[in-house]
Every structure is written in structure tokens, then in C-alpha cells.
């Protein structure tokens, strides 16, 4: 597991193709400093570990949603692969929102906004109410982490 906390990537760092889940282009900046904690999960069908972690995630995203955080899915299995995604989603029950886009540009993603090689599925990043970027995990998310950086001061 690589954990890195106390970054300072914004999320409008990067621009790549992202769909939500009906095909319209969306941007990670949308999503983030907007006032909440975003855990961003980025995440593959055929991944093992994503496939245990969904309900986890699900479970944060319900416990904060109405407060001060949410979940954000990115899936790297590409549009071409979207039923797919929507089997996955509705076999795990996933209440949070997901965008989709391809393996090469969820990767190209992660690098540039950790500055960092990726590693593969799945990753988390979170982000601060105002949008920076405070942690970056491959593996399993330490969920006591998360919630340790967004109860500090």
C-alpha cells in the first residue's frame, strides 16, 4: 500500500476525457472544491480488490454524503465497456457517482495529478472542501485515514 498525505495538486490540474454515465463529458474540477471532501476511487470491473472495496466505499459515501463528504467512482474500463460498468455498480450497490473513461487515461490522470508512476487499480485520492489534493493511496482505502485528515484542523 503507497500512502502520501499533504499534496498540492488541484484537481482542474489535468483535463482528460471523462463521461459520466449516460455519455456527457464532465471534469474532475466539478466535482471538487465545491465545499465537501472528495474521495475519489478510481476503480476496474475486473479488479479484484475494487470489486471487495465497492461496498466499503458506498458505505463512507452514505455516511458523509449529506454532510461533508462524498464518494466520486472513476471506472478505467472505457465507454465501449459501460454495461458492463452499470452490472458492476448495480451488483455492488453503489449509491455514489461514477464517471467512466479509459485504462491509458485514467492513468494519465493519476500521474499528473500525484506527480507519481501508476500503479494500477484500484487508487484513491482525496480532496479538501477547497480542492486540494490531500491524499493519495494505491490498494485498499484506509478508510481511518480519511477520516483522521478530515477531522483535523
Known amino acids: 500500500m503507497l500512502l502520501t498525505a499533504l499534496l498540492s495538486c488541484p ?3 489535468a483535463s482528460p476525457r471523462l463521461l459520466d454515465l449516460h455519455g456527457h463529458p464532465r471534469a474532475l474540477a466539478e466535482f471538487t472544491g465545491n465545499g465537501k471532501w472528495v474521495l475519489l476511487a478510481l476503480w476496474a470491473t475486473d479488479c479484484l480488490i475494487c470489486n471487495a472495496e465497492a461496498r466499503h466505499l458506498t458505505a463512507f459515501h452514505e455516511k458523509h454524503k449529506n454532510g461533508e463528504a462524498v464518494v466520486l467512482g472513476v471506472s478505467l474500463d472505457g465507454w465501449g465497456n459501460r454495461a458492463e460498468v452499470l452490472e458492476f455498480l448495480d451488483r ?6 461514477n464517471l467512466i473513461t479509459d485504462y491509458a487515461s485514467g492513468a494519465a490522470l493519476y500521474s499528473r495529478l500525484v506527480d507519481r508512476a501508476w500503479l494500477g487499480t484500484p487508487a484513491a485520492l482525496l480532496y479538501a472542501p477547497d480542492g486540494e489534493l490531500m491524499m493519495q493511496q494505491v490498494g485498499t482505502v484506509a ?11
Open 11 to 13: 484537481a482542474g490540474a
Open 92 to 97: 455492488h450497490g453503489v449509491t455514489y457517482p
Open 143 to 153: 478508510f481511518e485515514v480519511v477520516e483522521e485528515l478530515m477531522s483535523a484542523p
